[in-house]
């Protein structure tokens, strides 16, 4: 029993950095995403204009 109350409890993690993670993830993958768009189109564009 003594063992157990000497052990060391993990801190609580703050909930503000949990929502600043999300909020930065969340940017991150908007910014991939519209990068890959642009890139899908300009693979598109060049692709039309070289012919078949």
Same mark, same amino acid.
């Given at each position: 029993?003594?063992?157990?109350?000497?052990?060391?409890?993990?801190?609580?993690?703050? /909930?503000?950095?949990?929502? @600043?993670? !999300?909020?930065?993830?969340? +940017?991150? %993958? /908007?910014?991939?995403?519209? @990068?890959? !768009?642009?890139?899908?189109? +300009?693979? %598109?564009?060049?692709?039309?204009?070289?012919?078949?």
């Amino acid at each position: 029993m003594q063992r157990m109350k000497n052990t060391p409890a993990s801190p609580p993690r703050p /909930t503000g950095s949990l929502f @600043a993670g !999300m909020m930065i993830g969340s +940017a991150i %993958i /908007t910014m991939a995403a519209q @990068a890959m !768009m642009l890139g899908v189109g +300009a693979a %598109i564009r060049d692709s039309s204009t070289k012919g078949g």
